[in-house]
């Protein structure tokens, strides 16, 4: 929701993005709703990405750390859960396609 009266669907964010972006963008958040993550794999794929895609921070150490450590702990929560082969190179493939869809968002002229 934007606000108590506009719900932010396919129609407003045409509007908001363009068809292209707009298209895009729900084609890949359907693709990553496809995955049926749990909370807690959410949650470590998002700590895992934002290690990942972080640059130019003052303590990069760390943050090559913290990712080393999400990742191991992302890994250890997807084959606990028992996601086989395919379904961790899908989604691991899905991940690698963030920098881009950030990207094609950042670069919309809202002119």
């Known amino acids: ?7 932010f669907d396919k129609k407003v964010a045409s509007i908001i993005l363009g068809d292209d972006v707009q ?3 729900f084609k ?3 693709k990553m709703a496809s995955f049926k993550l749990t909370e807690v794999e959410v949650a ?23 990712n080393e450590y999400y990742g191991r702990a992302l890994y250890y ?7 086989n082969k395919d379904f ?6 899905e991940l ?3 920098p881009q869809m950030n990207k094609l968002c950042l670069d919309v002229n809202y002119g």
């Open 77 to 83: 929560v997807l084959t606990l859960n028992k996601r």
């Open 23 to 25: 298209n895009r963008t």
């Open 1 to 7: 929701m934007l606000d108590e009266n506009v719900q």
């Open 28 to 30: 890949y958040s359907s």
């Open 96 to 98: 690698c396609k963030l």
């Open 44 to 66: 470590l794929s998002a700590a895992f990405i934002f290690t990942t895609f972080s640059k130019n921070l003052l303590n990069m150490d760390v943050v090559k750390e913290l």
């Open 88 to 93: 961790l190179e899908n989604y691991i493939g």
